[in-house]
């Protein structure tokens, strides 16, 4: 009786929501952007592990500011975003990133960010109504000229310039829905949450003047799923000026928070297949690094796996620098550093075949491998990198032109962000 009535209260919260959520298409009064701004020096970085709503400003003294103030119709920034409490990763970084290159570029930015709770489903929606309710046209007199939404459900605030940077949408609701590393399909109200998440994200995403995706992969689901055009916006892994080579090792580096979506328990398997002395370093945060370490042990291959855990920056970059290559096996992957990372180290990139935005930049036998995701054949790409290190050599070095002409820049992100803006 109990789960009944969880259920039907489920089943009324998403109704209740669904009728509220329309009612917010909130049409903001234009005239909040004539009131005048005032002065800040409050110079805060953003820190994941600081609060939900943190904060960075430029001085009004800067350079490019000054020479710009005269025509410059867009000053003052919001990015929103959501914040899982005590987790940093990838996205924290991104979000950083976009801060600093809005500052250096003259901006006064900030960080709005909500915690964000998706068990049980219901809390979804109501982190959504939060965005809805929020009213980001001004703060403290001080007009907010353009907001920039990079997760759902920041994404759906509502704003008269409003422009998008999708790291990626709720991915349990899209392409991993009915995955090993799906936990939405499972729950008695899944699919009606689902059809809920698609509906909002149709609804609130094309009220952005602009759409960018983080990759060329995240575009294609936009697409795919919700008939929305966005245009791939790509940008620097936050390593990059630190990155450098150096001596091929006899180990394939990969480094990424241990999970069940990044697949590490792959390449731990598939050491036992080798038939060449390589080995495999595993680093990143994880819970259960207890459980990795007894996948290493009943496959029997404790000699040739190390799972590091945490590392410092610096160890980390050793790391990348003194590798055979670098492996990085995610189930359809947003975008990822790790494979940029590894180019800008000048090592070969083995990827799975299956990992999204984790391929894009590696084509099959120039700058790295490209394998199914099956322990057996890993195995071989892992012992064609040993066997013939001269060509694992030089599809690295092959990565680092790569990237390098590409020319991933902040700039070009800021540039494209603002005129998107209007």
């Known amino acids: 009786m109990y789960r009944i009535r969880r259920i039907l209260n489920l089943k009324s919260q998403i ?6 959520l ?7 009064n234009s005239s909040s952007r004539n009131r005048p701004a005032t002065s800040s020096a409050r110079g805060r970085a953003f820190s994941s592990r600081r609060g939900f709503v943190v904060s960075c400003q430029c001085s009004d003294n800067s350079p490019l500011l000054r020479s710009r103030r005269a025509s410059m119709t867009i000053r003052n920034i919001l990015i929103c975003t959501t914040q899982v409490p005590f987790t940093a990763g990838g996205a924290e970084s991104h979000v950083a990133g976009l801060l600093d290159a809005f500052v250096e570029a003259g901006y006064n930015a900030e960080v709005v ?9 219901s809390e979804i929606m109501r982190g959504a109504l939060a965005w809805r309710l929020l009213d980001l ?7 907010v000229d353009l907001v920039v939404g990079m997760k759902f459900p920041a994404y759906t605030v509502a704003h008269p310039r409003k422009v998008l940077w999708i790291m990626h949408q709720y991915r349990a609701a899209y392409n991993l829905w009915g995955t090993p ?7 008695p109200e899944g699919a009606r949450m689902r059809d809920w998440i698609r509906h909002c994200d149709a609804r609130f995403i094309p009220e952005a003047r602009k759409v960018f995706a983080n990759s060329r992969t995240v575009a294609e689901r936009l697409r ?26 006899d180990y394939v580096f990969y480094p990424s928070r241990l999970e069940a979506q990044k697949r590490q328990e792959l390449l731990i398997e598939a050491l036992k297949y080798v038939r060449t002395p390589v080995r495999a370093v595993l680093a990143g945060s ?8 007894s996948l290493v042990k009943r496959h029997g291959v404790g000699g040739r796996v190390r799972v590091r855990g945490f590392v410092s920056e610096g160890e980390l970059i050793k790391l990348y620098s003194g590798a055979l290559g670098v492996c990085y096996l995610p189930f359809d992957e947003d975008y990822g550093y790790v494979t940029l990372e590894g180019m800008l180290s000048s090592k070969p990139v083995v990827v799975a075949r299956d990992g999204g935005g984790a391929t894009e930049f590696v084509e099959h036998g120039s700058e790295g491998l490209v394998a199914d995701p099956d322990p057996r054949a890993l195995a071989e790409a892992l012992d064609s990198l040993y066997s013939d290190r001269k060509r694992a050599r030089r ?3 092959r990565g680092r032109e790569k990237l390098l002409a590409l020319n991933l820049s902040w700039r070009n992100v800021v540039e494209k962000i603002i005129s998107a803006a209007g």
């Open 15 to 20: 109704l209740l929501i669904a009728f509220i």
């Open 22 to 28: 329309p009612i917010l298409s909130i049409h903001v």
């Open 113 to 121: 960010a909500l915690p964000f709770k998706w068990y049980p489903p």
């Open 137 to 143: 046209t001004e703060a403290n007199g001080k007009a």
């Open 181 to 187: 590393f799906d936990d939405l399909s499972t729950h």
């Open 224 to 249: 795919l799923y919700n008939g929305i055009e966005s245009e791939p916006l790509y940008h620097p892994p936050p390593r990059a000026a630190s990155l450098r080579a150096g001596e091929q090792g």
């Open 286 to 293: 994880t819970r259960e690094r207890g459980r990795y370490e």
């Open 395 to 397: 599809m690295g070095e």
